[in-house]
């Protein structure tokens, strides 16, 4: 009689998950990549905004009518609002270069056929011309490269 401990549960289903699943898993890790740059565009548009309202109201000079209490705390929260948004932005670009950095742990063929298609969105069908390879030759780096990506993350 064979006996299973507890310890051994999560290595068998992480094998019976990469057989089936697993892929899915490793898709959607690199599809955060195409998230990731709208939403840094979107935060880049977002602090272009507040840097606007910020430098409207600054620049008063001495003689100057004296700004309201209400103009200078709006154009400190839009200061505040603006290095927020740039801290953020930082943090979005730092997880997609995570996200490349894994990305390039994968062998050279592998690697540029998932890169072509997460990373510079083309489809799969768009390939074989630009790699000088076969329809199936594409399909089966694709696979290959999402399974060996999906050992990488159950590493980590």
Excluded at 8 to 25: E, I, S
Excluded at 118 to 134: A, T
């Amino acid at each position: 009689v064979m006996t299973r401990t507890c310890a051994n549960v999560p290595r068998l289903l992480n094998k019976n998950f990469r057989k089936g699943g697993g892929r899915m898993q490793a898709e959607r890790y690199l599809e955060q990549i195409k998230k990731l740059d709208a939403i840094i565009s979107n935060k880049r548009a977002e602090r272009k905004r507040w840097e606007s309202i910020a430098d409207s109201m600054g620049g008063f000079s001495v003689g100057d009518r004296v700004q309201s209490s209400r103009n200078l705390h709006r154009g400190s929260d839009a200061i505040a609002e603006y290095l927020d948004i740039d801290t953020e932005i930082k943090a979005l670009t730092a997880k997609k270069k995570a996200i490349l950095d894994t990305l390039q742990r994968l062998p050279c063929n592998e690697y540029n056929v998932l890169y072509k298609i997460y990373v510079e969105g083309k489809m799969l069908k768009e390939l074989p011309s630009e790699c000088y390879k076969s329809y199936e030759w594409c399909k089966k780096k694709k696979q290959r490269g999402l399974m060996l990506l999906q050992d990488i993350l159950d590493e980590q």
